[in-house]
């Protein structure tokens, strides 16, 4: 089946907000720090996060780009950092990566709603190149720095089993020796009890050169994301 999006979400033109107006967000927040949230709730710890300073990458982002989905929520899905788009909009995956994700499990008969999304970075890191913002991987500073967000979720959350999208979710979840081209698609088993597995990020699909490699790997992206379909029919 034909992939519907095809747009890198690094080619897309930014509508940012000017940097003065950015840098004076949040005053009362020092540098290196987050507001302490206030409890455990879903609503509490995105709250916290939208004033969130523990690194860099809020100053230039739009806005911090939280989880989104039911506390109820039986799929726990980890991306790797907001796009263009989910920075403008304040949602995660609702870019062309997040497209993919969505026709991989529509045509899996997987519905959105049972599952929870974030990401394990939650602000948008770019280069400036002319109107466009290209996206930067971020570095392993940011990476420790945002974690204590994806930990709270991911306590805040009861969901059954979790699902890695990309290298930095996986590593952020199984540790920094996880070799994700090796075992993606493989259920592992996390300290809490929990089921997990990972699989590569939806924009690894997007990035493939010619339609033949593209449907490849998303054949391979939606073979991985079937294990899903084994809790599905549980219930
Ligand atoms: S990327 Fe994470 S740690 Fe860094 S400022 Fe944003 S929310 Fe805070």
Redesign the pocket.
Known sequence: MATRASTPTSTTRTRAPSTRRREKRFPDVPEGT?PEPAGTSLRALREA?AA???????RP?TQ?VFGEGSPKARIFVIGE?PGDREDMAGEPFVGPAGRIFDQAIEDLGLDRKSMYVTNA???F?FEPRGKRRIHKQ?NPA?QK??H??LERELKAVKAEVVVCLGAIAAKAVFGSKFALMKQHGEWQELPDGRRAFATMHPSWVLRQRGDADREAAFRTFRADLALLTELERRH
């Open positions: 987050a996060a969130c300073k523990r690194c860099d990458l809020w982002a911090t950092q970075v939650k602000h890191k971020p940011e720095a945002c204590v967000w």
